[in-house]
């Protein structure tokens, strides 16, 4: 199973620590209120967006928060032909009017983060959508970035192996 730090072969890379993280996610949120976009809900892209969500929520002051489940990258540097949507999903009839932040990690190619804004808004959500990095290849420039960077990002939550049960 590999892990973002896995990406041993790679030189450059962009390391983001977890104070790193804590002051991205307020300068984030920040600039989302700054732009007076008053989201009613903050929905994660799981796995990636859940960490930075949940801060995003609190920073925000936003108590309304959901996860929606895509499966893209399998590996490092490995993806799907196309993301998918995975069980379990949003309660769709709740998303019609509401104003949603979607909330990710990094939008690398961006066909995740463009499968989700389109799904929330075939729904009649008002979407805006905010990232921690952006990459120059995106086909989605998100509404909202704290660094664009062309580098393999390796997160504080992901740096590690996945834990194992101790012998």
């Known amino acids: 199973m590999a892990y973002h730090a ?26 989302v209120v700054d732009s007076g976009f008053e989201a009613q809900t903050i929905i994660a892209v799981a796995r990636g967006g859940l960490t930075l969500a949940g801060a995003m929520t609190y920073a925000m002051g936003v108590k309304l928060t959901d996860a929606i489940n895509v499966e893209f990258y399998t590996d490092v540097n490995e993806t799907l032909p196309d993301p998918v949507l995975l069980a379990p999903m949003l309660d769709t009839d709740a998303i019609a009017g509401q104003r949603i932040l979607v909330v990710d990690d990094v939008a690398d190619s961006g066909r995740t983060l463009g499968l989700v804004i389109k799904l929330l808004r ?8 905010a990232v921690l990095y952006s990459k120059p290849r995106t086909i989605v420039a998100p509404d909202f970035v704290w660094k664009a960077t062309d580098d393999w990002i390796v997160f504080p939550w992901s740096a590690q192996p996945p834990v194992t049960k101790e012998q």
Request: no cysteine; glycine share 12%.
């Open 6 to 31: 896995d990406a041993t072969d790679l030189t450059d890379k962009e390391i983001l620590t977890w104070e790193g993280f804590g002051d991205a996610a307020r300068e984030l949120s920040q600039a």
């Open 122 to 129: 075939g729904f009649g959500a008002e979407v805006r959508s």
